[in-house]
């Protein structure tokens, strides 16, 4: 029997009890599950993703490596933010980090009853293809978006991804999500990084210079490693 | 100053708070807002829209004619349900019908807020494009769904007018739902009907045999009129 794809595009649409039995992929391309996985790539040990800010500076107080980010900032407790580049082999390597964002991180805790649960990037997406059609489990893509809005570079990384499960033979979709997603996907995919130029992240990113990480947020095949969910930690698959 | 477009995919992400100044459109094309404007045009003085079946059910005893159906079919106690066909003159002509749906009419009431309650379809997309232009106020594209889920009719449309309204150049866009609307819109603009033809709705239209209106809920130009709220109910802005 086919799998079914299905695609969310905020946090405020997400219906647990339908992905029960589903791998769900986290998607936050800019910039929270592109850190994740440089995190991972740069030898990361463990990162213990927090919904709220407090917790995360309850961490801190605790000796905990802490990046911590909202509307892009740093936090002023934190060690630091979420762009990718501050994942350092140096900083990050054999380390346990404690991670809190403005959308990534929240729907992890969302997704938390799912099967299994993967962050997925651009920096992954092969490995990420070829491990989740590998799971027998129906996909739910679901995307952070911005504040509990819809985003386009999170629905044009869980566009590109439908397509190719799809082309497996092992996935079907009736969702509209996952077909719009497929359709914006199609459009962007010659160049991702002019489709997004138009999009509000990339705006709001170059206002506060945040946007010298968007070429590598949107290069493929950085890494093999697919990091998931093991009792509330992200951990590394290859690990 | 350019007003601005934003479009709303679901009940569940709209901002009640962001909308108070603008004109927002109802967007339930499969078939509240179809059913709507026909009624409209076959000469119904006033729509009473409810959201929950109890209330549509003690209007239905106070002797009101009710249109009401959930998930496609007529409730038992109504008049007819949400087949635009069902609205014709010698029912509808000169009278008040009290009207409830699956999605479309909840979302009247969530945007009771706003400063101009108007409701949108294919069937009057020309004089409700010329009015609109003519507000000087912000838009808010509001899309009905499926039971909080994105849908693909609504969406093509809000794309549709947001593509025109831009064209005008009185408005712009930082919304990254309404970027991908107009995207959609353009893939779906030559043959809307072929397009759908995907969608999640039009197969449980299909399953029911409930998609012989799917021909006219997509044809343009049928009226001129257009339906907005005045104290809690629907009337013709041409009546």
């Given amino acids: 029997m086919l799998r079914k ?26 910039r929270a599950s592109s850190a994740i996985c440089t995190a991972f790539a740069n030898g990361a040990a463990e990162i213990i993703p927090v919904s709220g800010i407090d917790e995360a500076r309850d961490y801190k107080n605790r000796g905990y490596l802490v990046a ?11 060690d630091f933010g979420n762009s990718p580049f501050n994942f ?30 993967a962050v997925g990037s651009f ?19 679901f995307c952070a978006g911005w504040k509990n809005r819809f985003n386009l570079e999170d629905t044009i990384f869980a566009g590109a991804l439908a397509s190719e499960l799809i082309k497996t033979g092992k996935y079907s979709t009736i969702c509209d999500s996952t077909l ?37 947020c949107l290069s493929t095949g950085f890494t093999e490693i697919i990091p998931v969910l093991k009792n509330n930690s992200l951990v590394s698959l290859n690990y």
């Fill in 88 to 117: 350092t082999f140096e900083k990050v390597s054999g380390k346990t980090i404690v991670y809190s964002t403005t959308n990534g991180t929240g729907i992890i805790k969302l997704a938390s009853d799912a099967a299994i649960i």
């Fill in 123 to 141: 920096l992954n997406i092969k490995a990420l293809l070829t491990w989740t059609g590998n799971q027998d489990k129906d996909v739910m893509l």
């Fill in 68 to 78: 911590a980010e909202r509307d892009g900032y740093v936090l002023d407790f934190a």
């Fill in 180 to 216: 719009a997603a497929i359709d914006l996907w199609k459009l962007a995919e010659n160049d991702p990084r002019a489709y997004i130029e138009k999009s509000a992240q990339r705006s709001r990113l170059r206002e506060k210079k945040l946007d010298d990480c968007i070429d590598f």
């Fill in 5 to 30: 794809i299905d695609t969310c595009f905020s946090p405020a649409l997400y219906e647990p009890e339908q992905h029960k039995g589903s791998v769900v992929i986290i998607i936050d391309i800019l």
